[in-house]
């Protein structure tokens, strides 16, 4: 079993910055992609970034030259490094993951989420 757990959430006032830590552990033999998900109240789960275990990253466009994601393949760990915040950025934010664990069985294993909330 997976766990993936995230830190770094709180109240910023716009302009800000913040820093999304996500950690994942268990019984994993390999770990691909890690990425950070945002859910607005009202609207659907989006993707914000993701990075592959060989640094190859993606980014929606809404972030794209504010927030860099970048991650620590020794500790399982990836960050969301999150500059020029605005009020539409607003949301909670979650930490997925996927590879394999034991026996080669693959798995993708979610987080329970962090609020970042940006306000004046």
């Known amino acids: 079993q997976v766990q993936v757990v995230e830190s770094g959430g709180g109240l910023v006032q716009p302009g800000g910055s913040l820093r999304l830590s996500c950690a994942a552990s268990?019984?994993?033999?390999?770990?691909?992609?890690m990425g950070w998900y945002r859910q607005a109240p009202g609207k659907q789960r989006e993707l914000v970034a993701t990075?592959?275990?060989?640094?190859?990253?993606n980014y929606a466009d809404s972030v794209w030259g504010r927030f860099t994601i970048s991650r620590d393949n020794g500790t399982n760990t990836v960050y969301l490094q999150m500059n020029s915040l605005k009020p539409e950025d607003t949301a909670v934010y979650y930490c997925?993951?996927?590879?394999?664990?034991?026996?080669?069985?693959?798995?993708?294993?979610w987080g329970q989420g962090t609020q970042v909330t940006v306000s004046s």
């Open positions: 997925n993951a996927g590879g394999t664990v034991a026996g080669l069985r693959p798995f993708i294993s």
């Open positions: 268990g019984s994993i033999r390999r770990l691909y992609t």
């Open positions: 990075i592959t275990s060989g640094g190859s990253t």
